[in-house]
């Protein structure tokens, strides 16, 4: 496991992610398709049935867990795709039910946030408001799962979870941009394939760097294999990455960050006034952002004294931070230094992921926390020993690998395909959308997200330049939590409700 900090730093970064014959997975980038074009050799699975209570009904549904094992078309073993899919009993026909592929991000996450945090059939059980309980961790059953509405299919990708490189397989084949979405677009069309649901309803949704994942899987499977989807659930988004990357000369992340920071603040009642109507609050910051703020930090150190009493007005109000501090960072607040600075008279840290969780360092000096609270404080250790022991007692598969959460064997990630220039994948998704006007795209977005914030999504979509006619196919989603939204207990609730809604929406006739 690599060390907090670089954990911070690790996340910061990676969360920061044409012709015929030719397909893009970047704007301005062409591949041709792999000439290592992965297919499946063997699965080595558990199977079993299962049922649980949601509200109105009982659903009962079978798991299979597992490798499918991949190779390459002269038949050489080249990794193994460790999954979980779960398919509801009891239907007509197949061919007709939604299925939906499912990971998180890092890059070197596997998929157990999304599993077991609210969109499997059985979850963690956390505080209402997303906290760890005290161990040993409890699964319990998920009135919230997608599983009424779609069969899922949650994959590792290589070197997280229990998938691997055959041996001898260079892993680099694997850990990349390019290479990523290549292995997963042909785990997902093996799939297809084996289960026979390639005129299935189909679906992607991804969370963090899993969201860069799907809008690539969107460009992949539609040019590669003409698989076409009918949606995709992107929760907590990135897919520029320029809004997210603090470099000296470039401004665009304080602008994004801004209204994240001032959510973060009214939440811990740091502001000077109250805050009593939180989207009202949200949307005022959002046209200073815009606005004045990026009209002021346009002007460089050409600001003048009146210009700077302006910004520090301002930033104080919506940041709480002092005019002093605002005035010694250029009115410009990076979040390695918000999460210690905001709290600091209190000492206290804020999480990185969710702004809600607070933390305790060994002093209170210092540019930044010395973790983060919301990951290795509320989330790592629950989900940790839950899935180890889920997989096992529950699902039926046996292995001796070790199971990784989130893991830096992905290290070096290859953005080679993007060598001297920010990773901006989101032209995949509009050409995606353009050539497949049926697809639509459901945005779930949390207001104390200091990994993705909401505020940079927006940018990001206001500047895919969509077809006027096909704007109504993205659905813009917000919630009080963070970036795993879910698990705080009344955003999942609502999530549920805006994810069921949207999977009816495109399924109608």
Not at 1 to 28: D, E, I, K, P, W
Not at 321 to 326: A, D, F, N, Q, R
Not at 479 to 492: A, T
Request: proline residues 5%.
């Amino acid at each position: 496991m690599m060390t907090l900090n670089r954990f911070s730093l690790v996340l910061a970064c990676m969360l920061l992610f044409g012709a015929a014959g030719s397909f893009s997975y970047a704007q301005g980038i062409s591949a041709s398709p792999s000439s290592n074009q992965l297919i499946m050799s063997s699965l080595e699975v558990a199977e079993k049935d299962h049922s649980i209570q949601v509200p109105g009904r009982s659903l009962n549904y079978k798991t299979t867990a597992g490798f499918m094992h991949m190779a390459s078309e002269d038949g050489k073993d080249k990794a193994k795709f460790y999954f979980t899919a779960y398919f509801l009993k009891n239907v007509s026909d197949p061919k007709d039910r939604p299925i939906t592929f499912i990971f998180n991000g890092g890059p070197g996450s596997s998929s157990v946030w999304l599993h077991m945090g609210g969109l499997g059939p059985r979850m963690i059980k956390m505080t209402d408001e997303g906290e760890a309980t005290k161990p040993p961790y409890e699964v319990i059953n998920n009135p919230n799962t997608w599983l009424d509405k779609s069969d899922l299919v949650f994959i590792d990708p290589i070197e997280t979870g229990y998938s691997r490189p055959a041996e001898g397989e260079d892993k680099r084949q694997f850990l990349g941009y390019v290479e990523d979405i290549s292995s997963v677009g042909d785990f997902i069309r093996a799939f297809v394939s084996e289960y026979k649901r390639w005129n299935s309803p189909k679906f992607l949704s991804g969370e963090s760097y899993g969201t860069t994942r799907s809008a690539g899987l969107a460009g992949y499977l539609q040019d590669r294999y003409g698989m076409f989807l009918n949606g995709i659930i992107m929760v907590s988004a990135v897919t520029n990455f320029a809004t997210l990357n603090f470099t000296r000369g470039h401004d665009l992340p304080y602008i994004m960050y801004l209204p994240t920071y001032a959510a973060i603040a009214a939440y811990h009642k740091a502001l000077p006034n109250e805050v009593n109507d939180l989207d009202a609050f949200i949307e005022e910051v959002r046209q200073y952002a815009k606005g004045e703020y990026a009209s002021m930090l346009m002007k460089g150190d050409q600001l003048t004294d009146a210009d700077k009493a302006k910004l520090a007005d301002k930033l104080q109000q919506y940041t709480g931070l002092s005019k002093t501090y605002l005035d010694q960072t250029h009115y410009r607040i990076q979040i390695s230094r918000f999460v210690k600075e905001l709290l600091r008279d209190r000492k206290q840290t804020v999480g990185r992921l969710d702004g809600r969780i607070l933390g305790l360092d060994y002093d209170h000096a210092g540019e930044g926390f010395e973790f983060d609270p919301s990951y290795n404080k509320a989330i790592y250790g629950p989900y940790s020993m839950a899935i180890n022991d889920y997989i096992r007692r529950e699902l039926g598969f046996e292995t001796n690998l070790a199971y990784e959460i989130l893991t830096a064997r992905v290290r070096p990630w290859n953005y080679s395909n993007v060598q001297n220039q920010y990773l901006n994948n989101s032209e995949t998704l509009r050409m995606a959308i353009h050539k497949n006007p049926f697809l639509k795209v459901l945005f779930i977005n949390g207001y104390y997200d200091l990994a993705t914030p909401f505020f940079a999504t927006e940018y990001t979509v206001d500047h895919m330049m969509l077809d006027p006619s096909l704007k109504p196919n993205i659905t813009m989603e917000y919630y009080e939590s963070g970036h795993m939204v879910y698990i705080h207990k009344p955003s999942l609730d609502k999530m549920t409700k805006d994810v069921r809604s949207f999977y009816d929406s495109v399924l109608k006739n």
